[in-house]
């Protein structure tokens, strides 16, 4: 049987792009026939319909990317993996979306709560969004990082925060850049790595980007921005901080679990019982976590 990976290769490094290289990567050395469409090609839609596998993969819950199937007459055919879009589904959309997918092979979510979009009738399964990275890549992507890295991490109690970028949310940002740095001044000994995919200092508040600039010529906090895979990080066992009210078992924190490390994370949404919780917006509960498990 020839299966097709379709769905967002890296780049941009992401939770969904990674899982999408890897399950890729995965069944290529399982010696499967196996194809991809990327749909960083502007002409994925011709290459699903000319596309003869007999099963599709497909890492989104996209309208337009089901509609596709559904034109090329291969919805049933297709899995689609729902990594947390669906919430951005209500109304008309919604209902259009549950129609063609009603038509659809099968239906998988990453996490239990996601089921409840989907109607009763329909076959949801839940499934890991973690698949292992290839240890043997570690090498290469620690050519990518920059020099002096590795010699943080190698210090005693390293925090690690990771976000795509700057993004705020109500009083604070989404990825709790604000509070990883603010924990820094309650708890003198602490040092962290902010990983940042797209470090954008204009938009950051003055008082925020004024704090890492100083803690960064202080050697406590390390700025890691571009487009790196961070697991080889995780090798070093530093605290991962998880700090955003959405993507409750995401990729990132799966990575350091897998790795042995420990994470602090927030409690608004389910976490892999490993975790760690703080009350979210109790930035109290986040430090006396914080104390506890590093």
Request: net charge positive.
């Amino acid at each position: 049987m020839k299966t097709c990976i379709v769905g967002r290769f890296p780049p941009p490094v992401g939770g969904v792009s990674v899982f999408t290289k890897r399950k890729f990567e995965k069944l290529k050395n399982e010696a499967g026939t196996v194809s991809k469409i990327d749909f960083s090609n502007k002409y994925f839609p011709l290459l699903i319909m000319k596309d003869n596998s007999n099963y599709f993969e497909v890492n989104s819950i996209n309208l337009f990317v089901v509609f596709i199937f559904f034109l090329t007459n291969k919805l049933s055919k297709a899995s689609f993996i729902d990594h947390n879009a669906s919430r951005h589904f209500s109304g008309v959309k919604k209902k259009l979306l549950l129609f063609f997918l009603k038509k659809a092979k099968s239906i998988y979510v990453v996490n239990d709560e996601l089921k409840a979009f989907y109607p009763l009738e329909y076959s949801v399964e839940v499934i890991s969004p973690f698949i292992a990275p290839c240890e043997s890549e570690e090498q290469e992507i620690i050519q990518t990082y920059p020099t002096g890295l590795i010699e943080f991490l190698s210090q005693k109690k390293v925090m690690v925060n990771s976000a795509w970028k700057y993004i705020p949310h109500e009083k604070t940002d989404l990825y709790g850049l604000e509070s990883s740095v603010a924990l820094l001044n309650e708890c003198e000994n602490l040092k962290l790595l902010l990983a940042i995919g797209c470090y954008e200092p204009k938009i950051l508040p003055e008082s925020l980007l004024n704090d890492i600039e100083r803690l960064c010529s202080e050697n406590r906090v390390f700025l890691l921005t571009g487009q790196k895979q961070l697991w080889p990080v995780f090798k070093y066992k530093p605290l991962f901080l998880r700090l955003t009210p959405t993507d409750g078992d995401s990729v990132s924190v799966r990575e350091a679990i897998y790795f042995n490390c420990k994470v602090v994370a927030s409690n608004v949404v389910r976490r892999p019982e490993e975790c760690h919780l703080y009350d979210y917006k109790n930035f109290e509960s986040l430090v006396h976590i914080i104390r506890k498990t590093i």
